[in-house]
């Protein structure tokens, strides 16, 4: 995995470099862990005019799911605890003869940007702008790899909460044992909080579970996902609980999944995020639905639950292969409830038998 | 509940025109929701020159654990989705005539505060500093109290699960159902992540739970702490899994035991933070034990599970009364195990009878 590592920092280096950059500081923890292949806890990674250190306030963790520093990275512990690694890093550039430094503005502190700067006066400060998230937007087969394990996880999960009687559960309890389940298959963890909506609180994108029990009738809607090797996925799904659902219940859940079915069509390289955002929003849109839509209907997913690109209206750019995106198109009708369904897919060329689907969970509406 | 939020808006305001700021801006979630009673995702509250209006991406949700928005605070939200709170209080501080806003720099990153500075040109930005931070420090009544259940609610869970079988279980799984058991006694969730740490993993402090079993002769060392209305406490106990402890174990955990009754009897209002440090660190330095020690032997709690003061040798200042605070030496020898003893306490001056111990759970060496 070691080149890996030190591949994608050469290409950080190239940017920061045509930038007029001599020296990066990479400071938010995502970043760090995609470009140094761990992040401990306040760790930074300067990436500098001689040598790329990763600077720790205490030795680095060792368990696969906190990852491990890059074998070809120097890893430099702060003599003092309740440093602020990014000013030590900040001196170590210095002393590395770079007169430019490129920050993460987006993610530094004001205040920490000034401790920078009175520690380093010689050292002239500039952004760098998002240049890593933008590098973590198309993954490799391993990063996939790890997304796809932990979609697998995510639904085993659910399917064994599908075998179980459900009625008279509260929203938290459902959630917790999700993600004791989740956590019973392997996962490092939920990749976010898990949410359990039943009844009027069903179809809301990230409802927090609460204390209101399932109920016969009841729409039920999940969203939860695995975190695996530090990568995270997500599956949300809509169930009736019941043995007939009403007919608003199917129409409605017919109408959000032929809005997701469009979404997940629309996903080829090449097409624009706002217009994979307009295939799913438009079918909601023409059936009335247009007040009150989420802002959008999917994300990137990776490292972080929510990365680029957004499928929203007003994004702009273009969908690359290998770019593992969430499709959630959903609607909330206030006081009686609502249907969501979510997919992980990762964008591939037709030829290679288009948008691989890593969430595989039926989308029949099931009723429970 | 209302005028104690108005009231603590009232104090900062006056620091603030101390400071020569006529409005200020508070972005950090914690500060937000103390001072406007919650802090809904994204929200900022801006004291303005002639109104407080807590400014929301969308509308507060309405459970118990997030609290409720003070009536008194006018709530705006914002009209377009994915914009930035604190850009629009700005412009709001800016139509109430300020001439000045004081921003919480070590808060609010470089580039949100540039987007501030170039929507309102005419307001000079100063640094709020940790003006909310310190009056967070001292706390009421009602505070207090929802600590205390926090408190019994971690009490209970830890409880329950000295009652069950522990060998052969995982620090995962022990984990796991430590924090389902606080959910089932009413925690909002857990105040952190919950570290149960076996055998060499014993008395690490923040250890995170790996896939190790508990084995017979282990030390187990438990770490975790209830959510409750915001508010977050923490306590922390080692035990012996077997019949009969070892003499290094039992000379460990005598020794730990004392210094953590030093930190304890040293707990007076206007005692220095360094010498609450200093009483329980002394008794593990005299023992040999100054190699590797923490860095603090413990810290505020509150709406944040680590908050001012720090007990720590290098910190300045006095506790007050009112101030909850934790103790929490411990000794970690590599490849062995360690103890850690960890309770919440309040600072009460000796006529009500000294400091309150929140977290009751026996401190006795138990053989489990």
Redesign the interface.
């Known amino acids: 995995m070691s080149e890996v590592y030190a591949a994608r920092r050469t290409r950080l280096r190239e940017r920061c470099n045509a930038g007029g950059s001599a020296a990066a500081l990479v400071t938010r923890p995502a970043n760090v862990r995609y470009l140094a292949g761990a992040a401990p806890h306040g760790a930074v990674l300067l990436l500098g005019k001689r040598e790329d250190l990763l600077v720790c306030q205490s030795p680095p ?1 060792d ?1 696969p799911c ?1 990852g491990r520093p890059d074998d070809n990275l120097r890893v430099r512990i702060l003599p003092q ?2 440093g602020d690694p990014a000013v030590a890093a900040a001196g170590l550039a210095q002393a590395q003869e770079a007169d430019s430094l490129a ?1 993460e ?10 401790a920078l700067t009175s520690v380093t006066p010689r050292l002239r400060l500039t ?1 760098l702008g998002s240049a890593v998230e933008q590098l973590r937007v198309v993954k490799d087969e391993e990063e996939i790899s790890c997304l796809r394990i932990g979609a697998e996880i995510a639904d085993q999960a659910l399917g064994e909460l599908l075998e179980s009687i459900l009625v008279g559960r509260t929203e ?2 459902l959630a ?1 044992e999700l ?2 389940r989740l ?1 019973d298959h392997g996962a490092d963890g939920p990749a976010f909080p898990t949410s359990v909506a039943t009844g009027p609180n069903s179809g809301r994108r990230g409802h ?1 579970p ?1 204390d209101r029990r399932v109920e016969e009738g009841d729409f039920l809607s999940v969203c939860l996902g695995a975190a695996y090797r530090g990568y995270r996925c997500e599956i949300g799904r809509t169930f009736v609980i019941g043995t007939s659902p009403a007919d608003w219940q199917i129409q409605l859940y017919e109408l959000v999944f032929a809005a997701q079915r469009a979404g997940r069509e629309a996903l080829t390289p090449g097409a624009a995020y706002r217009d994979v955002d307009r295939a799913a929003r438009q079918v909601l849109d023409c059936a009335g639905y247009s007040e009150g839509l ?2 959008l209907t999917g994300h990137g997913v990776g490292l972080e639950i929510d990365e680029d690109p957004q499928l ?1 209206p ?1 994004a702009m750019g273009k969908l690359d292969a290998c770019v593992p995106v969430t499709v959630e198109p959903g609607v909330h009708l206030p006081g009686r409830g609502g249907v969501r369904i979510d997919d992980t897919l990762v964008v591939r060329p037709e030829a290679d038998g288009g948008p691989e689907l890593l969430t595989i969970t039926t989308k029949e509406l099931l009723a429970l």
């Open positions: 963790d368990r906190e605890p309740g920050v503005e987006h993610h530094l502190t004001v205040a920490r940007h000034r952004d938290r309890h917790l993600e004791r956590v927090r609460t989420q802002p929203a007003a």
